[in-house]
Structures are given as structure tokens and as C-alpha cells.
């Protein structure tokens, strides 16, 4: 089955810095990658994602790329602030089924 | 236009009761997804259902657990016997297709189960 890792499991920021999240996946069936933002106490949201015929999007201060050769996917954020610590997922899927990385703590110093 | 949807919000159960979360899908939606998540780990799929039907339960446990989305009303995620081990955040998820462009799962706030 599918496999994703996610690093680091935690990130530390100054607010206006930019902040990168990786994660690599493994089955190359997998054409979908969402990433998700989860608050304390709450559901992930879905914040963006990615399929595999793109190899960047971007949503104002978000960006993910996507290297289908390598099996690796990024998450950017420009600019932080500190509304953007949460918790961020990312996940691939190749049918139905998702498969999450275990999770980004980002905190973002004000 | 009301999101996903899951009641109760927190559950407190002791070691052998009947545990019941409830999930209503977002507008439209007719497929709907359980997820697990323990403290500090991302989230493990457990079943996927349409109206009527499990598509994939390879996730949920052969025992004790089970699955259901009627034809009317919300989907129902039910644990007997329940355990301390099964102490977890549980998630419901729904999209407008299984799969392709419109296959973007949005979850609920889920149900924060305690086993006594």
C-alpha cells in the first residue's frame, strides 16, 4: 500500500518568515495530493492540493509543488502569521482512499 | 450551507457500553469516509461508504465495529464493547464523487471518544 512521510514533525517560525513542509509518498499510482490545516480541537480544512498532471499551484500566500520522478511533494507558506500554526497534513491518493503523513506542527512566533 | 456535520462532539463511554457517532454529509454528498486519530498521528482511514453500501472497510477492525449510511438520515459509526484502546478523535469526511475532480473529501469536527 501507499506509504507518505512528512517532515519535519515540527516547525518553529518568526511570523513573516516562510515555512516549508515535505513529504515524500510511494506508490507512483497515486495521482491526488490534498494538504490539509488542522486547528486545536477541530477537523482538518482543506487548504489546497495538487494533481499529478501540475507541477505547481498556488493560492495567494500557499504553494505546493509536486515531483512525480522523485515521489516528493512540498507545501510553502509565505509570509506566516500567526493564525497559520496548526497542525498540517498532507496525503496522497491514488483511487479513493487517502494516505496522510503523520503531521507538521507549525507554531509561528509573533 | 452547512459543512460536515458530527454529533456528539465528545463522548465519554465506560469499558464495555456502546459507543454511537453520528455524521451528516455535507449537502450533496452521498460519499462519506470514518477516520481514527490518536494523539500526535496523522489520520487512518477505517471505512467508506455510499448511501446504502460499504465500499472499503479495510481499515475497521473486524470486531466490534461497524458502519452504516442509510438511505435517510446520517451515517453511523458503531463501536460495541467499547475499550480503553479505543479512546481517539474519530472523523467523518464527505465528497461529492469516489473519486476524479470532484472527489475532494471535507471533513467534520469530529467526536473526541473517552474510554473509562
Known amino acids: ?42 477537523g482538518p480544512q ?13 493560492d495567494q500566500r500557499i504553494a505546493v509543488t509536486l515531483n512525480k520522478t522523485a515521489k516528493h511533494f512540498s507545501l510553502h ?18 483511487s479513493y482512499i487517502p494516505t496522510f503523513g503523520r503531521g507538521t506542527s507549525l507554531i509561528v512566533h509573533p | 450551507n452547512a459543512g460536515v456535520m458530527q454529533n456528539p462532539r465528545h463522548l465519554v463511554r465506560r469499558r464495555g457500553q456502546e459507543a454511537r457517532l ?5 449537502k450533496g454528498h ?29 481499515g475497521m477492525p473486524k470486531e466490534r465495529f461497524s458502519a452504516e449510511f442509510p438511505k435517510e438520515g446520517p451515517s453511523i459509526l458503531r463501536i460495541q464493547q467499547v475499550v480503553r484502546g479505543d479512546s481517539a478523535a474519530y472523523f467523518c469526511a464527505s465528497s461529492l464523487s469516489g473519486t476524479g475532480g470532484q472527489g475532494e473529501q471535507y471533513f467534520g469536527p469530529g467526536t473526541r471518544l473517552t474510554v473509562t
Open chain 1, 1 to 42: 500500500g501507499e506509504n507518505v512521510e512528512q517532515h519535519p514533525s515540527t516547525l518553529s517560525v518568526q511570523e513573516g518568515d516562510s515555512a516549508v513542509i515535505k513529504c515524500t509518498y510511494s506508490d507512483s499510482a497515486s495521482n491526488y495530493f490534498p494538504w490539509y490545516k488542522q486547528e486545536l480541537g477541530k
Open chain 1, 46 to 58: 482543506l487548504i489546497i492540493d495538487i494533481r499529478s498532471n501540475v507541477g505547481e499551484k498556488k
Open chain 1, 77 to 94: 507558506i509565505t509570509e506566516t502569521q500567526p493564525e497559520d500554526s496548526a497542525v498540517y497534513f498532507c496525503a496522497a491518493r491514488g
Open chain 2, 22 to 26: 453520528r455524521c451528516s454529509p455535507m
Open chain 2, 30 to 58: 452521498s460519499h462519506v469516509y470514518w477516520y481514527r486519530q490518536l494523539p500526535e498521528e496523522g489520520l487512518k482511514f477505517m471505512v467508506y461508504l455510499q448511501k446504502e453500501n460499504i465500499i472499503d472497510e479495510s
